[in-house]
Nanobody, 118 residues
Protein backbone atom coordinates (compact mmCIF):
# COMPACT_ATOMS: atom_id res chain seq x y z
CA UNK A 1 0.00 0.00 0.00
CA UNK A 2 1.36 3.39 -0.96
CA UNK A 3 2.17 5.47 2.05
CA UNK A 4 4.39 8.26 3.29
CA UNK A 5 6.78 7.55 6.19
CA UNK A 6 7.64 10.33 8.60
CA UNK A 7 10.63 10.63 10.94
CA UNK A 8 12.60 13.10 13.00
CA UNK A 9 10.18 14.02 15.74
CA UNK A 10 11.49 14.54 19.25
CA UNK A 11 11.20 16.44 22.50
CA UNK A 12 12.66 19.93 22.13
CA UNK A 13 12.74 23.03 24.31
CA UNK A 14 10.82 26.18 23.36
CA UNK A 15 12.87 28.22 20.93
CA UNK A 16 14.66 25.15 19.64
CA UNK A 17 14.81 23.65 16.17
CA UNK A 18 13.94 20.34 14.62
CA UNK A 19 14.01 18.91 11.10
CA UNK A 20 11.45 16.35 10.02
CA UNK A 21 11.85 14.02 7.06
CA UNK A 22 9.32 12.17 4.98
CA UNK A 23 9.86 9.55 2.29
CA UNK A 24 7.55 7.76 -0.11
CA UNK A 25 7.64 5.59 -3.18
CA UNK A 26 8.34 7.38 -6.47
CA UNK A 27 4.72 7.00 -7.52
CA UNK A 28 3.39 8.36 -4.25
CA UNK A 29 5.83 11.24 -4.28
CA UNK A 30 5.06 12.12 -7.89
CA UNK A 31 2.42 14.65 -6.96
CA UNK A 32 2.19 18.26 -7.92
CA UNK A 33 1.73 19.21 -4.27
CA UNK A 34 2.98 17.47 -1.16
CA UNK A 35 2.65 18.78 2.34
CA UNK A 36 3.06 18.48 6.08
CA UNK A 37 0.08 18.24 8.39
CA UNK A 38 -0.20 18.10 12.15
CA UNK A 39 -2.78 16.91 14.62
CA UNK A 40 -3.30 17.18 18.35
CA UNK A 41 -5.76 15.03 20.32
CA UNK A 42 -9.41 15.93 19.85
CA UNK A 43 -8.67 18.37 17.03
CA UNK A 44 -8.79 18.06 13.27
CA UNK A 45 -5.62 17.51 11.34
CA UNK A 46 -4.40 20.84 9.90
CA UNK A 47 -2.26 21.56 6.89
CA UNK A 48 0.97 23.24 7.95
CA UNK A 49 3.07 23.60 4.81
CA UNK A 50 2.88 22.76 1.11
CA UNK A 51 5.64 22.29 -1.46
CA UNK A 52 4.70 22.46 -5.13
CA UNK A 53 6.63 20.79 -7.94
CA UNK A 54 6.96 24.25 -9.43
CA UNK A 55 8.98 25.31 -6.39
CA UNK A 56 6.21 27.30 -4.76
CA UNK A 57 5.50 26.93 -1.06
CA UNK A 58 2.60 27.81 1.21
CA UNK A 59 2.42 27.96 4.99
CA UNK A 60 -0.08 28.07 7.79
CA UNK A 61 -0.07 31.64 9.07
CA UNK A 62 1.09 30.67 12.54
CA UNK A 63 4.29 29.03 11.23
CA UNK A 64 5.29 31.56 8.59
CA UNK A 65 8.86 32.74 9.10
CA UNK A 66 9.63 29.83 11.42
CA UNK A 67 9.04 26.71 9.32
CA UNK A 68 10.51 25.89 5.93
CA UNK A 69 9.39 23.06 3.66
CA UNK A 70 11.49 21.53 0.93
CA UNK A 71 11.29 18.52 -1.35
CA UNK A 72 13.97 16.46 -3.09
CA UNK A 73 12.22 14.68 -5.93
CA UNK A 74 15.34 12.69 -6.81
CA UNK A 75 15.28 11.13 -3.36
CA UNK A 76 11.47 11.04 -2.99
CA UNK A 77 11.98 12.90 0.25
CA UNK A 78 10.42 15.96 1.81
CA UNK A 79 11.63 17.97 4.80
CA UNK A 80 10.21 20.39 7.32
CA UNK A 81 12.73 22.61 9.05
CA UNK A 82 11.13 24.00 12.20
CA UNK A 83 12.80 26.87 14.05
CA UNK A 84 11.78 28.98 17.04
CA UNK A 85 9.48 26.20 18.16
CA UNK A 86 6.63 26.98 20.52
CA UNK A 87 4.65 24.70 22.85
CA UNK A 88 1.64 25.09 20.57
CA UNK A 89 3.63 23.44 17.78
CA UNK A 90 3.47 20.19 19.72
CA UNK A 91 1.59 17.63 17.66
CA UNK A 92 1.93 14.48 15.62
CA UNK A 93 3.21 15.54 12.22
CA UNK A 94 2.22 13.73 9.03
CA UNK A 95 3.01 14.13 5.37
CA UNK A 96 0.97 13.32 2.33
CA UNK A 97 0.24 14.27 -1.23
CA UNK A 98 -2.46 16.91 -1.48
CA UNK A 99 -5.77 16.29 -3.15
CA UNK A 100 -8.92 18.29 -3.50
CA UNK A 101 -9.32 20.87 -0.79
CA UNK A 102 -5.88 20.15 0.61
CA UNK A 103 -6.90 16.77 1.93
CA UNK A 104 -4.36 13.97 2.00
CA UNK A 105 -4.59 11.55 -0.88
CA UNK A 106 -2.98 8.40 0.50
CA UNK A 107 -3.66 6.47 3.71
CA UNK A 108 -2.09 8.23 6.64
CA UNK A 109 1.18 6.92 8.08
CA UNK A 110 2.04 6.76 11.76
CA UNK A 111 3.36 10.29 11.85
CA UNK A 112 6.16 11.57 14.04
CA UNK A 113 5.64 13.15 17.46
CA UNK A 114 6.97 16.64 18.11
CA UNK A 115 6.82 17.85 21.70
CA UNK A 116 7.91 21.36 22.60
CA UNK A 117 8.34 21.67 26.32
CA UNK A 118 10.81 22.81 28.93
Amino acid sequence: QEQFVESGGSLVQPGGSLKLSCTASPRAFNSDAVGWYRQVPDKQRELVAVAMNSGGTHYLESVKGRFSISRDNAKNTMYLQMNALKPEDSAVYYCNALGSGGRGVLPWGQGTQVTVSS
